[in-house]
C-alpha cells in the first residue's frame, strides 16, 4: 500500500480526511498532530484515540513549540505585528511550521502522499502548498475538502455515516488552537455583521477581580513574569496565558484579504499574545529612537503580511529579521500591566535604556539640555524652507494675506 502523511488535528476537516484517504483511496494513513504549544497532554491523547479509530496506520505528535517560537514568534514581538492592526497571525504564523514539520515527516518515512484538510476559499491552503513544493517537489498533495467541495454539513452526515461519533454541534466551530493564539470560525464569521456568541470562545470568563502583572523582557524578549524567571520565552507566555486568560482578553474578530483575493473574517482568543505585544511596543516607544521605530514599523507590516500569506520560506525574511533582531539591544526592562474582566491596560516601564530621562528634560515643564536661545534658532532654521516657499510663491493657499 501507498503511504499518505495527514496532518492532523482531529477535527472535522482532518477527520473526514483520515476516512477518505483510508477507505475510498486505499491509502496508508500515517496522521501526524504539529503541536505548536496549544494542546493539553489530554487533548494529545484524544487526538491519537481517534486517529487510530479513523484508520490510522500510525499516529505522530510533533512537538514544534520552541521551533515555532525561534523561528517565528520572536520576530512577531520584535515587529508588534499584529494584521490590520487586530490580529496577531495566530493561525496563519503557525501554519508555515506546522506543514514544514509535515513535510520533513512525510520525507523522513518516504511517504508517496501528502494530505491537509484545507478547503478551497482560504488561506491554509496556499501556506501547505507552497511548502510541500518547496521542501516535497516529489510528493503528491491531497486535498479532498476542496477537491470534493464539501460543506461542514457534508463532512458531518459523511461521518455519521461511517459511525463515527463526536460533538458535532462543537464541530459546527472551526478551532485552531497555539502558543499564539486560538481562531475561530463558524456561521457567525460567515457574515459581515454577526459576533460570535460567547459559548463559541474556549475560554469562558472565571476571572472578576482585577490584578496586576509585571512582564520582565531582555532584548525584546519575554523572560519573566511577576517574580518567576523562566528558562526559555516559552514557559513565559504559557505561564502569562493561565494568568491572563480567564479575564476572556485579547478576545476580536479579524477581517482582512486573504491570499486568493477575498475577503476573510475570522474570530480569535489571543490573551497572552495581545498583552505581550502591547507590553513590548510600550517598552519599545521608551527605548528606541524615533527612526528605530519607524522603520521597525515600515518593515514590520510587510514582514507580517508576507508571513500571512505563507513567505516565510523567502529570503527576503531572513534580512528583516536581522534587521528586527538588531533593534532589541536595549529593549531590556520591566512592563507593568493591569488585568481586568475583557481588558488590560499597560500601566507603565521600568528600564535602565529608558530614553525618556529628565537628565535631559521633562516634556512640557523643564529643559535642561539646551537653552531658549538654542530652541529659536532650531526653530526658524528647520522652519526655513518652508518659509521660502511660501514666500516665493504667493499664490500658495497659504499665503499671508
Known amino acids: 500500500m501507498k ?9 472535522l476537516d482532518t477527520s473526514y480526511c483520515a476516512i477518505y484517504l483510508a477507505q475510498e483511496l486505499g491509502l496508508e494513513v500515517y496522521t501526524a498532530i504539529v503541536d505548536t504549544g496549544g494542546f493539553s497532554e489530554e487533548e494529545l491523547q484524544d487526538v491519537e484515540r481517534r486517529a487510530y479509530a479513523m484508520g490510522a496506520k500510525k499516529h505522530t505528535h510533533l512537538n514544534e513549540t520552541e521551533n515555532f517560537y525561534n523561528s517565528c514568534i520572536r520576530y512577531l514581538v520584535y515587529g508588534n505585528v499584529l494584521k490590520n492592526n487586530v490580529y496577531p ?20 518515512i518516504g511517504a508517496d502522499y501528502v494530505a491537509h484538510g484545507s478547503t478551497g476559499a482560504g488561506n491554509d491552503q496556499v501556506r501547505f502548498d507552497m511548502i510541500f513544493q518547496a521542501i516535497i517537489p516529489e510528493v503528491e498533495i491531497i486535498t479532498p475538502i476542496r477537491d470534493k467541495k464539501l460543506s461542514r454539513e457534508e463532512e458531518i452526515f459523511y461521518l455519521q455515516e461511517h459511525g463515527v461519533e463526536m460533538d458535532f454541534k462543537k464541530a459546527q466551530y472551526s478551532i485552531n488552537k497555539g502558543i499564539w493564539g486560538t481562531s475561530v470560525g463558524g456561521k457567525e464569521t460567515l457574515t459581515s455583521n454577526l459576533p460570535l456568541p460567547e459559548s463559541a470562545y474556549p475560554t469562558q470568563l472565571s476571572k472578576q477581580q482585577s490584578e496586576r502583572v509585571t512582564l520582565q523582557f531582555e532584548k525584546g524578549e519575554l523572560v519573566g513574569v511577576n517574580e518567576q524567571v523562566f528558562e526559555h520565552p516559552v514557559l513565559a507566555i504559557q505561564y502569562l496565558q493561565e494568568l491572563a486568560a480567564p479575564f476572556a ?18 474570530g480569535f482568543e489571543a490573551a497572552a499574545p495581545m498583552v505581550i505585544i502591547k507590553a513590548h511596543h510600550t517598552l519599545e516607544k521608551h527605548v528606541l529612537t524615533k527612526w528605530q521605530l519607524y522603520w521597525k514599523d515600515q518593515l514590520s507590516v510587510w514582514y507580517g503580511n508576507w508571513l500571512h500569506e505563507g513567505q516565510l520560506l523567502d529570503p527576503t525574511m531572513r534580512d528583516i529579521e536581522a534587521f528586527l533582531q538588531s533593534t ?23 528600564s535602565v535604556h529608558d530614553l525618556m530621562s529628565n537628565k535631559f528634560g521633562t516634556y512640557g515643564e523643564m529643559n535642561r539640555a539646551w537653552t531658549s536661545d538654542d530652541v529659536k534658532g532650531f526653530a526658524k532654521i528647520f522652519g526655513n524652507q518652508t518659509k521660502m516657499y511660501h514666500s516665493i510663491n504667493s499664490d500658495s493657499a497659504w499665503a499671508a494675506k
Open 3 to 11: 503511504k499518505v502523511v495527514l496532518a492532523f488535528s482531529g477535527g
Open 328 to 350: 532589541q539591544q536595549n529593549v531590556t526592562g520591566k512592563v507593568f500591566v493591569l488585568l481586568a474582566p475583557y481588558r488590560f491596560q499597560v500601566e507603565g516601564i521600568e
Open 249 to 266: 482578553i485579547g478576545r476580536d474578530i479579524h477581517v482582512g484579504d486573504t491570499i486568493i483575493g477575498i475577503k476573510g473574517r475570522v
Open 89 to 108: 497571525l495566530s493561525v496563519s504564523a503557525e501554519r508555515v511550521t506546522q506543514a514544514l514539520a509535515i513535510a520533513n515527516y512525510a520525507k523522513s
